[in-house]
């Protein structure tokens, strides 16, 4: 299936990497950018020229449109574009859309077109900047997976904290938090739907020879990824809500645990070496970590609630555990915004704003309270064990589109020119 045909970086790429990429709130680990490909050399003697051109009109709009929007994620920049009428995230969003049915009739049917074509694009994972591959079922795979980093960088706008017109701190509003999470649900559901129904259309050997960001362990980190930016959001709105019991709050905290641990799984053994990609990964083991110390903390509420000697010596552990990763997830997050490209941490908001204020308060209360009550060997050493929940938040179900119709015109051509030399 295909060849590849890979350029390293040290050969003298055409494209800039940025150096800083401003504010994050969710970090977008590089833009898959297409190259311009010539489909009326490939497909002229194929196809009809009506279909060729609308191809190629479709692909061209999105390389025009994505190398406006690949220099850099920073939100001044795409505030600046939307200004002055140039392309947004929705606006190529769109565009991929549009491009995907079309696309798709490239390898309908198992059709022998599918291979004509040599794609080309960069992307900013993989120690090979571009790779050229003759199979449209990779153009599908890279499609989708730019479609999932487009959506992921709209959610990072809708939670950069604005500082409001009267002056009060930074805040995101709860219309911008329920839509970023139904932003990560649709961006799961392209990963999600690039795992289970485009990866199984390539031979083993070509998985194997696939750019690093888009390897099956990157692809499902990168679902899992936002599943637990969505969870992290659900417990911010948890803990602005009076109705919002400890244990829901609890169940949230440990469910977002176990996505970023499998993020973390799943990243393990990949080569991300370069900067791009080890900060992808700084990222996950930083958002792992403070999701154990939300969790510990709810875990250590509730215990505390319980009236044993015993409860109340494991409601101290957890709640130490909890102010311990939340001093570890401190030296995490600058680690992550120290390696390049460097950013920077918007306005604490939300969940960990919550969790800096509240953790070593309560941790520093409940340690003296426990430990007038009861003799120090009491207190345990260890953090007893999160409970264990089944993950609720699922991604979108997506599903590939229906072929566009022009196809169908197509093949009724060229059944009745076979039809014709037949008789």
Same mark, same amino acid.
């Given at each position: ?6 350029? +390293? ?43 060729? !051109? ?6 061209? =709009?999105?390389?025009?449109?994505? /190398? ?47 291979? &004509? ?7 900013? !994972? ?38 409001? /017109? ?19 649900? &649709?961006?799961?559901?392209?990963? @999600? ?14 998985? =194997? ?55 973390? @799984? ?5 080569? *991300? /070496?370069?900067?791009?990609?080890? $900060?992808? =990964? ?7 970590? !403070?999701?154990?110390?939300?969790? #510990? ?12 000697? &015993? ?19 401190? $030296? ?15 306005? *604490? ?24 009550? #009861? ?5 345990? !050493? ?18 590939? +589109? ?10 009724? $051509? /060229? ?6 030399? &037949?008789?």
């Amino acid at each position: 299936m295909g060849c590849f045909v890979s350029t +390293p970086k040290d050969t003298g790429g055409n494209r800039k990497r940025p150096s800083n990429i401003g504010e994050v709130s969710v970090f977008v680990p590089g833009l898959r950018i297409p190259k311009t490909v010539d489909f009326s050399q490939a497909l002229g003697d194929h196809l009809s020229k009506s279909l060729v !051109e609308r191809l190629s009109a479709l692909r061209t =709009r999105i390389v025009v449109m994505a /190398a406006q929007e690949a220099p850099t994620i920073t939100r001044t920049r795409r505030r600046t574009a939307t200004q002055h009428g140039g392309s947004t995230l929705g606006d190529l969003l769109q565009a991929l859309e549009d491009y995907l049915p079309v696309l798709l009739g490239l390898v309908k049917d198992g059709s022998p077109l599918q291979h &004509k074509v040599q794609f080309v694009w960069f992307n900013q !994972e993989d120690e090979a900047e571009e790779t050229a591959v003759y199979s449209a079922w990779y153009e599908v795979l890279s499609v989708l997976h730019l479609m999932a980093m487009l959506s992921l960088s709209q959610a990072n706008l809708l939670l950069l904290p604005r500082t409001s /017109a009267d002056g009060c701190q930074p805040k995101i509003s709860e219309e911008s938090r329920r839509s970023a999470i139904d932003i990560f649900l &649709k961006a799961a559901g392209y990963l @999600d739907c690039s795992v289970r129904h485009v990866l199984p259309q390539f031979p083993s050997e070509f998985r =194997r020879n696939l750019p690093v960001d888009l390897a099956e362990g990157v692809l499902r980190a990168l679902c899992l990824h936002a599943l637990g930016q969505g969870v992290d959001i659900q417990l911010g709105l948890a803990i602005d809500s009076t109705k919002a019991t400890l244990a829901v709050k609890r169940r949230l905290a440990c469910e977002m645990v176990k996505y970023w641990q499998q993020a973390q @799984d799943n990243l393990m053994n990949l080569p *991300l /070496a370069n900067g791009w990609g080890e $900060k992808h =990964r700084l990222f996950v083991k930083w958002k792992y970590i !403070e999701a154990k110390a939300a969790a #510990y903390y709810y875990h250590g509420l509730i215990l505390d609630e319980g009236n044993t000697e &015993k409860s109340h010596g494991m409601a101290v552990a957890a709640l130490q555990a909890a102010d311990e990763y939340l001093k570890e997830s401190k $030296k995490a997050c600058e680690a992550f915004n120290a390696s390049v490209p460097v950013s920077r941490n918007p306005a *604490l908001w939300g969940t960990m704003k919550y969790l800096f204020e509240k953790i070593p308060k309560d941790t520093s209360s409940k340690v003296r309270i426990n430990r007038d009550l #009861y003799s120090t060997e009491k207190i345990m !050493e260890t953090a007893p064990t999160l409970p264990d929940f089944a993950l609720a938040l699922k991604p979108d179900d997506y599903q590939l +589109p229906i072929v566009n119709a022009s196809w169908n015109e197509e093949t009724n $051509k /060229a059944q009745l020119n076979l039809e014709k030399l &037949k008789g």
